[in-house]
Nanobody, 121 residues
């Protein structure tokens, strides 16, 4: 059974940092691209960042470029999203996913349950 479990969300002031983790079980994370998405209340799920299966490439949404960093520890089968210089508009439920190296959520087969990130002004 494949499971992706996110952690590390919480409440932070604007300008602060959080590091999200995504622990995978039932699959070898390094054989899939990893993606992070987010969904704010009343909005569609949007792409945040992706890491190619071999770690050779990353891709970021313009809104987070230069502030967020996606990475993976293959030995621990865990992915990460380091979020710096957080803004109130970053407030959302953040999801990790495993699939193809795309920005389209339909390209990702496996999803975590999400972790809430709230940034106060």
């Amino acid at each position: 059974q494949v499971q992706l479990v996110e952690s590390g969300g919480g409440l932070v002031q604007a300008g602060g940092s959080l590091r999200l983790s995504c622990a995978a079980s039932g699959l070898t994370f390094s054989t899939y691209a990893m993606g992070w998405f987010r969904q704010a209340p009343g909005k569609e799920r949007e792409f945040v960042a992706a890491l190619r299966w071999n770690g050779a490439n990353t891709y970021y949404a313009d809104s987070v470029k230069g502030r967020f960093t996606i990475s993976r520890d293959s030995a621990k089968n865990t992915g990460f999203l380091q979020m710096n210089s957080l803004k109130p508009e970053d407030t959302a439920v953040y999801y990790c996913a495993a699939g193809q190296f795309r920005t389209d959520p339909l390209a990702y087969r496996y999803w975590g349950q999400g972790t809430q990130v709230t940034v106060s002004s």
